[in-house]
């Protein structure tokens, strides 16, 4: 396989890196792609150097697979200009989720809405992927009405900026401003940009994703996103309301069962899934598994996953391979 990383010097990029080396996935070329300053960086991918090249260069190599991470911009430009010439794209940008005729796949779930005439595949938000994992299979058991769901995001989230932000108020300093407000110690209520109906980006992902994967337009879906001054993972608070009455050991049995989900729920010693614990793990993990005290039909879980694996580069990374196998 031919395969380029788009993005390769970012947060994602390197973790797509990361997660190509550890799969062992055989590539014959491999082309590390980032913006013009960066032209000529060396990227290390399996212990040998490789120099970026620019979008525009990448439009001159014969490839099978670009992974793209570097902004719905250059998703945007550079894509399409690919998919024209039979390349398949994988975008961890929102350019092209909500786009009718574009798939947008967890691997686990629907994979199926990759044909070989699909040639630009989106990679859903990160936050969106670890809750539709956590509630896939139930979903299929039990028929999902309703999710509220609180979001506590890592900083990785928001890049570098957001990282940088972090440190530095660590050291007491009040440099790299990126945050309207202080992140240490700290929780902002504010994770996205703000709309109008007063919801923000992150939070319509949610709704907007969740509904295109699991193909239900049904579900209602009330999200609440925080920023949280964490690196290593997101951590979500779900309430999930079905149509059918639940047994909490058939929900036990069912997530043990879905793929890519890895329950850690001993609460007698103290085990549940912490960000702390998923940074650089691949699964979804899901603990404090509860039926709700006044509803029958519904479930309180809290679900953790490393928003930069799962969440971005393991995700597109198992696309490619199922291109690889499949098409």
Known sequence: MKL????????????????????????????????????????????????????????????????????????????PLLADKGIYVIDNSSQWRMYKNIPLVVPEINPETITKNTKIIANPNCSTIQMVLALSRLHKEYKLKEIVVATYQ????????????LASEKKGELINRYYPHPIEQNCLPHAGDFLENRYTTEEMKLINETHKIFNDYSIHISPTAVRVPVIGGHSEAIHAVFEKDLEIKNVYDILNDTPGVKVLDKIEEFVYPMPIYSRGKNEVFVGRIRKDLFDDKAINIWVVADNLRKGAATNAVQIAEYIMEKM
Do not use: H
């Open 154 to 165: 890592s900083v990785t989230g928001s890049g570098m900026k957001g990282i940088l932000q």
């Open 4 to 79: 380029a990383v788009v993005g390769a010097t970012g947060l994602v990029g390197r973790e797509i890196i990361k997660v190509l080396e550890e799969k062992q996935i055989e590539i014959s070329e491999f082309y590390p792609v980032a913006s013009e300053r960066s032209k000529d960086k060396v990227i290390i991918y399996r212990n040998k150097e490789y120099k970026c090249i620019t979008p525009d260069d990448l439009l001159t190599k014969d490839i099978d697979i670009a992974i793209f991470s570097a902004g719905s911009r250059v998703s945007e430009i550079y894509a």
